[in-house]
Nanobody, 124 residues
Framework: QVQLVESGGGLAQAGGSLSLSCAAS????????MGWFRQAPGKEREFVAA????????VYADSVKGRFTISRDNAKNTVYLQMNSLKPEDTAVYFC?????????????????WGQGTQVTVSS
C-alpha cells in the first residue's frame, strides 16, 4: 500500500511555469511506475505523463510533450511534474498515481493508487 499526496498547484499566467510534487508514503516506492493525470471540469480524466521505476524512461501525452517534464527521486519517495509554457487548456485538477506493473501506461485503470489531486489554473 502507498499513500500519495500532491502539492504545488496554484494559479499561473499563460506562458508561465508551475512545479508539482507528489510525496509517497508506504513501502517500496521505487517498485511503482508513477504517472500524472489531469481532469478538467466536465471532462474525463486524461493521461499526462509517466516514468519508469528507475526514472530512466518517460512518456508524455502529445498535448504536453516538450512543455512538461516528469521525474522522480526514489531516495525522497517523490515524483515531480515540471510544467512550462502553460496554456489555459492545462487548467485541471492534477493527480499522481502509482502502478504496481512493470511497464509505463497511459491507461488510468492500470494504476493502483491515487492522490487526492491539486488544482492548476492557467489564466490567459
Amino acid at each position: 500500500q502507498v499513500q500519495l499526496v500532491e502539492s504545488g498547484g496554484g494559479l499561473a499566467q499563460a506562458g508561465g511555469s508551475l512545479s508539482l510534487s507528489c510525496a509517497a508514503s508506504g513501502r517500496a516506492f521505487s517498485s511503482y511506475v508513477m504517472g500524472w493525470f489531469r481532469q478538467a471540469p466536465g471532462k474525463e480524466r486524461e493521461f499526462v505523463a509517466a516514468v519508469t521505476r528507475s526514472g530512466y524512461s518517460t512518456v508524455y501525452a502529445d498535448s504536453v510533450k516538450g512543455r512538461f517534464t516528469i521525474s522522480r527521486d526514489n531516495a525522497k519517495n517523490t515524483v515531480y511534474l515540471q510544467m512550462n509554457s502553460l496554456k489555459p487548456e492545462d487548467t485541471a485538477v492534477y493527480f499522481c498515481a502509482a502502478d504496481k506493473g512493470i511497464y509505463m501506461t497511459g491507461s488510468s485503470s492500470a494504476y493502483d493508487y491515487w492522490g487526492q489531486g491539486t488544482q492548476v489554473t492557467v489564466s490567459s
